[in-house]
């Protein structure tokens, strides 16, 4: 998934309670964890004495200098990357968001995206709370000052959480104590780690890979932890019977060297590549990946079928984030300024182009397109995820189901319109195997459109069609 596609999705949390001051270590996760949102960053810490907080729009290095780390006094803290998934770009939704209570000063910082989140605002409303945002994230950080100033700081957190249904990896500062929460259903991850001096938590494992630090597991679905400079405490576990992790983050979104819910990014995009091949052979001279995406996909494909593979494309890492530009001709240069062809793979072979996923198709229509105009004689379209046909409501900015191209069209006319000569997309059970865990673990609510918390319109999984049947 490339370019103009990759917006309004996920974010990227951490929080870190350690004996030395925080704030350039949360710097560096928050780095690590850019890819998980590029529109705002913030940190919050605790100076012994109150919460600071400094965020603003633009990547973590753009928000954030010496001068605003050494404002950032204190040994606890949490930070935040942001993609909006609801409440809109604007830099009042930047996070952490911080809150007062009677007794206590809270930072909260979402990844995830609640849907019953109105009948939380009406509920907060009617208690007098006042909101500053649209965002389902000051929902969370209202609803948890509601419950401590009631129950105290353990029970409110407890009380918020089973309030909550949808998806959501928070961390979240009271006063100095640094806490993790995650959903019950284990939709977004969230690994707990080790770094020097004391513990942390971050969306991703390699937020501590790139600190020096060590990966300890992933926080539970469910569970409520607390991180001293000392020691890990669970105070409470909500168990459920099923989880269900995203399958997207494996296929696209998480970073490749992450290790999420005991499985290795990496190897199950590369496992999804193998099984692509058997499902979908084609006859060609070169497997090529759409970087950097597809190119794990892409060497579990050449490797299972034999074919050579091969950068046929490269990408402009220098390309601006923020190059857009409202026209169509613009958009046609902004791909050709992103990706070019390495025309001594390209020109007269049979291509395997292989990507993660296609959403609307236009990304993809362009790309082949490239591959043909730099003489391509054939381009095979193979995708490392099924049909995106249903929307999202757990995270990424896939509400609308007319956007999907799979959406009422069959392969051979998807194909027709990317203008490639084949396509494959891998099975759902081709998915589930590459990823390693059961079915009944695993959100598949895009492809399936069942969905694993009620959604007003929509289907539940594991619910029968007997069940629909209307008289
Ligand atoms: S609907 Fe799709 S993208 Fe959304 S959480 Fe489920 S699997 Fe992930």
């Known amino acids: 998934m490339l370019g103009p596609r990759r917006k309004n999705e996920f974010c990227g949390v951490a929080g870190f309670s350690s004996k030395y001051p925080v704030s350039r270590v949360l710097y560096f996760s928050l780095r690590s964890l850019q890819h998980r949102g590029q529109e705002s960053a913030g940190i919050a810490t605790f100076n012994g004495n ?10 973590v290095h753009e928000v954030f200098n010496d001068q605003s780390l050494d404002y950032l006094v204190g040994n606890a803290g949490i930070g935040h990357v942001r993609y909006s998934t609801t ?71 407890k009380r918020m959480s089973s309030r909550l249904v949808g998806s959501f990896s928070l961390t979240i500062l009271v006063d100095g104590r640094v806490f993790a ?59 459920r019977r099923y989880k269900a992790h995203c399958m997207f983050e494996y296929v696209y979104f998480a970073r490749a060297d992450s290790i999420i819910n005991g499985k290795c990014v990496y190897e199950v995009r590369r496992r999804i590549g193998q099984i692509l091949a058997e499902e979908h052979p084609a006859q060609a001279d070169y497997v090529v990946p759409v970087p950097d995406s597809g190119r794990a996909h892409a060497l579990g494909y050449a490797e299972r079928s034999g074919i050579p593979y091969a950068e046929g494309l490269m990408k402009n ?19 050709n300024m992103k990706l070019s062809p390495v025309e001594s793979v390209i020109r007269g072979r049979r291509i395997v182009l292989v990507d993660d996923s296609i959403v609307r198709g236009n990304t993809m229509r362009k790309i082949v397109k490239m591959l043909k105009d730099a003489g391509a004689k054939e381009v095979h379209v193979r995708i490392g995820s099924p049909p995106i046909i249903a929307p999202c409501y757990l995270g990424i900015d896939m509400k609308t189901r007319n956007q999907f191209i799979a959406n009422g069209r069959s392969v051979v006319e998807i194909a027709e319109i990317i203008g490639a000569d084949s396509l494959g997309y891998i099975s759902i059970d081709g998915l589930v195997k590459a990823i390693g865990l059961s079915k009944e673990n695993l959100c598949l609510g895009c492809l399936t459109a069942r969905y694993p918390v009620p959604i007003k319109g929509e289907k539940i999984r594991f619910q029968s069609d007997l069940e629909n049947f209307e008289i």
């Open 87 to 157: 409440g809109g770009s604007k830099e009042e939704n930047a996070q952490p968001i911080h809150i007062y209570t009677v007794e206590h000063e809270i930072a909260v910082a979402h990844n995830g995206e609640i849907v019953n989140v109105d009948e939380l605002r009406k509920f907060l409303g009617e208690m007098g709370s006042a909101f500053e945002t649209r965002s389902d994230s000051e929902i969370i950080a209202r609803l948890l000052a509601y419950e401590i100033t009631k129950h105290g700081v353990i029970e409110g957190l």
């Open 317 to 335: 890492r220098y390309v601006e984030r923020t190059f857009i530009m409202p026209s169509q001709e613009s958009r046609v240069m902004e791909i």
């Open 50 to 59: 109150k919460i600071l907080v400094y965020k603003g729009m633009g990547l």
């Open 181 to 239: 929460v995650r959903d019950p259903l284990g939709i977004r991850p969230l690994a707990v780690g080790k770094i020097h001096g004391g513990y942390g938590i971050a969306s991703e494992s390699v937020a501590f890979h790139a600190l020096g630090g060590k990966f300890l597991r992933d926080v539970k679905p469910g569970e409520i932890l607390e991180i001293t400079p000392e020691e890990l405490i669970t105070h409470h576990v909500y168990e």
